[in-house]
């Protein structure tokens, strides 16, 4: 036989996880999974130090691919760094050294930055470089 003291705490305590698995469910379904963002450009006649326009990123990890390189002279590398928009000096994080695009116009170059908190990047070509100026067919930053 059972005890109806113990009958009556079983009750409610079924009832609360009811409606707490119910809850999380329509939660779990109703929460959208995050997405990369991204966005797509190209350079003409980017000259040293170019800046490139500025994005907002909430945290994560980014990627820069750059496709179709030439420049104006004989160099075949560009060099970019990937800057925080500061109120003070802007930090720059790794410079990546992007030569297989100058392969072809299909040719593809990029980079990988780890995260840096959220703020506001932009990526800068060969940064305190002077000379070469550089075309991009085509190149996507994702974040």
Not at 102 to 108: C, E, K
Not at 125 to 138: D, I, Q, R, T
Request: glycine share 10%.
């Amino acid at each position: 036989m059972r005890s109806a003291r113990f009958s009556t705490l079983r009750e409610p305590a079924r009832r609360m996880g009811t409606v707490a698995l119910g809850a999380a469910a329509v939660l779990g379904i109703v929460a959208a999974p995050a997405q990369a963002s991204s966005w797509t450009s190209s350079l003409s006649n980017a000259a040293p130090g170019f800046e490139s326009r500025r994005w907002y990123d909430t945290g994560g990890s980014t990627n820069i691919k750059f496709t179709g390189c030439s420049d104006n002279g004989s160099n075949r590398v560009v060099n970019v760094t990937l800057r925080k928009d500061t109120t003070g000096p802007d930090p720059q994080y790794v410079t990546a050294a992007f030569t297989n695009c100058f392969a072809g116009t299909s040719a593809t170059s990029s980079g990988n930055w780890s995260d840096h908190g959220s703020g506001n990047y932009y990526f800068a070509v060969n940064y305190g470089a002077s000379g070469l100026n550089v075309w991009v067919k085509s190149l996507s930053v994702t974040y």
